[in-house]
């Protein structure tokens, strides 16, 4: 239908244009350069409605992802690699989510005693002045060090590296005292009595070429080494040992290295873990950013179950009627750990079971040799350079 003759033409509105580049808008992006139209200089209570929205998008996915996460192994990844992903929290922001949260309730669930850890040094031997005395004093520290044990949810890896360090240099420390005693009582010179000045003294007792270590009189020396190089090493082991001395003020320390070493050896690991499933599955022709979907996927599984584990531990503590219970839970979690890395490894790969299980015990041999050594590594790293 045409327009009566003198009725004046409707001017369309012109489109909004970026204000980047000028390109038209069709959306609340640029196409061409990809600026958004909302920047932060507008009214505050539209950022904090944007923020709100945004928290409650995120809320509704994490509902939407955890249970098959947990109940469902190789779900969320067959998903992602399907092509369903908006649904579901991305891969990486679930693992950092849930590690972030995990290792949190960790440090506040897991607490040594003060008498809970003993590197000893010797002194609680030195005193001693019969065999009978130092066999009652290391039984009394392995005790302790055992308790310790316990009080640790699980078999993680890299937690207990401390503590059966602790119970060795004890046992050393025991015999070395039994030896001396037993040689003095042959005729050799008395033993020291018990309050010695340096008795009192809270460092350890580390040994270099046969002699107690010093700085100055009886350093670390390495001969192809400079010497600035040499003295950075004496540092080191003069921070490491007083450190070591502190945690037998306070056992926390050493939890407190241990949570704090696990997660960035997690995220180091992680590509690495992703690297061995490429090789085991180098005929499978996926790529490599496949593997590591499946990396992060059972890496936020292995974070929620230990959470859970922590979340039963509560219950039997805070309700010591339902502690069977809590106990039974955490034990079907830590039963179901292995058999859910094993049925997502079979499902995701989707091979015969023979070659699932041999790959998944040589993978999960070599993955766990590997964090133990990363933990260890990065907790004696903290305790030199803390």
């Given at each position: 239908m045409t327009e009566p003759a003198g009725t004046p033409a409707t001017t369309a509105a012109p489109a909004p244009a970026c204000q980047n580049c000028g390109t038209p808008l069709l959306g609340p992006h640029c196409y061409a350069c990809g600026q958004?139209?909302?920047?932060?200089?507008?009214?505050?209570?539209?950022?904090?409605?944007?923020?709100?929205?945004?928290?409650?998008?995120?809320?509704?996915?994490?509902?939407?992802?955890?249970?098959?996460?947990?109940?469902?192994?190789?779900?969320?990844?067959?998903?992602?690699?399907?092509?369903?992903?908006?649904?579901?929290?991305?891969?990486?922001?679930?693992?950092?989510?849930?590690?972030?949260?995990?290792?949190?309730?960790?440090?506040?669930?897991?607490?040594?005693?003060?008498?809970?850890?003993?590197?000893d040094n010797g002194d609680s031997f030195q005193q001693a002045t019969t065999v009978a005395e130092v066999e009652r004093a290391r039984d009394q520290a392995l005790k302790g060090l055992e308790q310790a044990r316990a009080e640790i949810p699980g078999n993680v890896p890299g937690a207990r590296v401390g503590i059966d360090a602790g119970a060795a240099a004890v046992r050393d420390k025991a015999r070395k005292r039994i030896a001396e005693l037993q040689a003095r009582t042959d005729g050799g010179p008395p033993p020291r009595p018990a309050g010695d000045a340096a008795d009192a003294d809270a460092t350890p007792d580390l040994q270099f070429n046969g002699r107690p270590w010093d700085p100055v009189a009886n350093p670390v020396r390495v001969r192809w080494l400079p010497g600035f190089a040499n003295r950075w090493i004496n540092q080191q082991v003069g921070k490491g040992r007083d450190n070591v001395a502190a945690l037998r003020k306070d056992p926390n320390r050493l939890k407190d290295a241990v949570l704090g070493a696990l997660p960035s050896t997690l995220f180091v690991l992680l590509p690495i873990f992703a690297l061995m499933l490429k090789l085991a599955y180098l005929f499978k022709r996926r790529l490599y950013m496949e593997h590591l979907i499946v990396a992060l996927h059972s890496h936020a599984f292995l974070c929620l179950a230990l959470l859970l584990v922590f979340g039963f531990s509560a219950l039997g503590r805070a309700a010591p009627a339902a502690a069977g219970f809590a106990r039974a839970g955490e034990g079907l979690l830590f039963a179901w750990m292995p058999l859910y890395l094993l049925l997502m490894q079979k499902r995701v790969y989707a091979q015969g079971w023979i070659m699932t299980v041999l790959k998944y015990f040589v993978l999960g041999v070599c993955y766990l040799v590997l964090l133990s050594l990363g933990v260890a590594f990065t907790v004696l790293a903290s305790l030199v350079w803390a």
């Open positions: 958004p139209v909302n920047g932060l200089v507008r009214h505050f209570s539209s950022i904090i409605g944007d923020f709100l929205d945004s928290v409650l998008n995120i809320d509704a996915r994490v509902l939407r992802t955890l249970w098959p996460l947990f109940a469902r192994p190789g779900y969320l990844s067959r998903e992602y690699f399907a092509g369903r992903r908006v649904r579901y929290v991305s891969p990486v922001r679930l693992f950092v989510f849930l590690s972030i949260v995990t290792f949190f309730v960790a440090q506040l669930m897991l607490s040594f005693g003060p008498d809970a850890i003993q590197f």
